[in-house]
């Protein structure tokens, strides 16, 4: 019995760390109406409704809609895949309360994100305890509640790597088949992912062809079967595309900013962070807590760096030895091989200060991080110092993320469009619009519809008016201004 209980005791002491995960997720889930609504997102619903409501004979039978044959434009003139506006279709099938869609896209998100990097710590053999810091990331939290594009490219590299390193491990086939989907997927996602998938699948066909010709046919039906989905798209890409790129004097920071790829493991680097725009008028205490909150998660920029250093010659004993060269030796080599790509990539298009770059690669960023971590509490005598410090910068985390979500619930989103006005307050304003005539004059004092009235268009669609008479009227749409920061939106009748 006392060994039986001895037994329960230590599986309930390995599980403690993933059932941290649980509230981690409730969070994640909680008031998903505080979500950003600002202009990319309502681009893509727009595309979804559109399309959902266009039949089509694009794969030679009839289909009731069309799948969209592209995404957003962005701002390189560079036309990205169209798998995120085909998710948002599919959710369009069940709901249209954004609300409700956000939520689920959350729950689905942080479980996926989790779940792979719970496999991928314990692939290495790594502490549960992680995971659980790695999830805290106030970047995961923002990006899981945005019906974005780029932020879709978090859950699938995340899964991506950790598959392949069970591959590497263990040489299922099941592993493999998901990094390969995975792999296929993310192009059609965001090109920035090129970063990631190329170094991985240039290591895949270098050392491990006996497993590509053992499972060819399996493996080639998932490169195969996307190229038919997806092949209006490829055939938008080559027909029509036109890639423009404006100059920018800053261009050389693309060649430094990847050295800051750790990003989504602080409170923000170089001015940006997350929620950005939440700052403003915010009350002093809480800016000057933010601030030194930020400083110490940006500890952890420092173990990417010093992750990077210590992966040097593992990478080189990959090179050398493949045949001998254990699993964190090859994921040393391709996490350095992606933050190269990055760099490439990154020095070349000129992008700087713009954290969703880093959508694919952050899993590399965080492997390198881990490994950095790992050696310090290995080294005789540090154990409880690293432990120590590892608790204050996951006590920094939580505080910024508090102090980011509960700024925003108040204000009802931010001023600033770098988040903007929240998804909840939007959707109220425009069902009290609906309460009146289509002929209603709208006299319109909100900065963000007026920058961008394509998001309260979406939201008219989406919310109908009931199907009642409607007064005709003069309708003020304002902000409240009720405190410094408040983005909450108010409409007014007018008398006359």
């Not at 991928?120 to 509640?145: D, G």
């Not at 998901?178 to 066909?205: K, N």
């Not at 001015?271 to 030194?292: C, K, S, V």
Request: hydrophobic letters at 50%.
């Amino acid at each position: 019995m006392l060994t039986r209980n001895s037994q329960l005791a230590t599986e309930l002491t390995i599980l403690r760390p993933q059932l941290l995960l649980v509230p981690i997720l409730i969070l994640t889930v909680l008031r998903p109406g505080d979500a950003p609504w600002v202009n990319d997102e309502p681009i893509m619903m727009e595309m979804a409704i559109r399309y959902n409501h266009t039949a089509s004979n694009l794969y030679g039978f009839y289909l009731p809609f069309t799948p969209c044959p592209y995404g957003l434009l962005g701002t390189r003139g560079a036309v990205y895949g169209p798998l995120p506006i085909w998710i948002d279709q599919l959710f369009l099938v069940f709901t249209h309360n954004l609300v409700v869609m956000l939520a689920c896209r959350a729950a689905v998100f942080t479980a996926v994100t989790a779940l792979a990097v719970g496999w991928l710590a314990r692939t290495l053999k790594l502490s549960p305890w992680f995971t659980v810091v790695t999830m805290l990331s106030p970047w995961l939290w923002i990006y899981s509640r945005s019906l974005w594009d780029s932020s879709f490219c978090i859950p699938i590299s995340a899964m991506l790597l950790a598959a392949y390193a069970d591959f590497l491990a263990n040489r299922t086939a099941s592993s493999l088949h998901i990094a390969v989907l995975c792999g296929v997927l993310l192009p059609f996602v965001h090109f920035m992912a090129l970063a990631m998938v190329v170094p991985l699948a240039i290591h895949l066909a270098w050392l491990h062809r006996p497993s590509l010709r053992q499972w060819k046919w399996s493996l080639l039906a998932i490169p195969a079967t996307c190229l038919i989905l997806f092949w209006p798209y490829l055939y938008y890409l080559l027909t029509r595309i036109r890639p423009a790129h404006t100059p920018d004097p800053a261009a050389w920071l693309g060649w430094f900013y990847p050295l800051l790829g750790g990003h989504y493991l602080t409170l923000g680097v170089a001015g940006t962070m997350p929620g950005d725009g939440w700052q403003d008028f915010a009350p002093q205490i809480l800016q000057r807590l933010f601030a030194a909150a930020q400083w110490i998660s940006r500890a952890a920029l420092a173990a990417v760096w010093l992750g990077m250093i210590l992966a040097i010659p593992r990478a080189r004993h990959a090179l050398r030895r493949p045949d001998a060269a254990g699993v964190r030796d090859q994921l040393c080599l391709i996490a350095l091989s992606a933050w190269i790509c990055q760099t490439l990539l990154d020095g070349i298009e000129g992008i700087y200060f713009s954290p969703h770059y880093y959508g694919a690669t952050w899993p590399a960023y965080v492997f390198l991080a881990w490994m950095a971590v790992d050696w310090a509490m290995s080294r005789s005598g540090r154990g409880i110092i690293v432990r120590t410090s590892i608790a204050i910068y996951a006590a920094s985390i939580l505080l910024g993320m508090v102090i980011i979500a509960s700024t925003i619930a108040r204000n009802a989103g931010t001023l600033s469009t770098n988040y903007g006005l929240s998804l909840s307050n939007q959707i109220a304003a425009a069902n009290q619009i609906q309460r009146f005539s289509s002929g209603s004059e709208l006299e319109m004092q909100v900065p963000q519809w007026r920058r961008y009235p394509l998001a309260l268009k979406v939201l008219l669609e989406l919310n109908p008016a009931p199907d009642l008479p409607r007064p005709k009227a003069h309708l003020l749409v304002k902000l409240r201004n009720a405190h410094p920061g408040d983005a909450h939106i108010e409409v007014k009748e007018l008398p006359g």
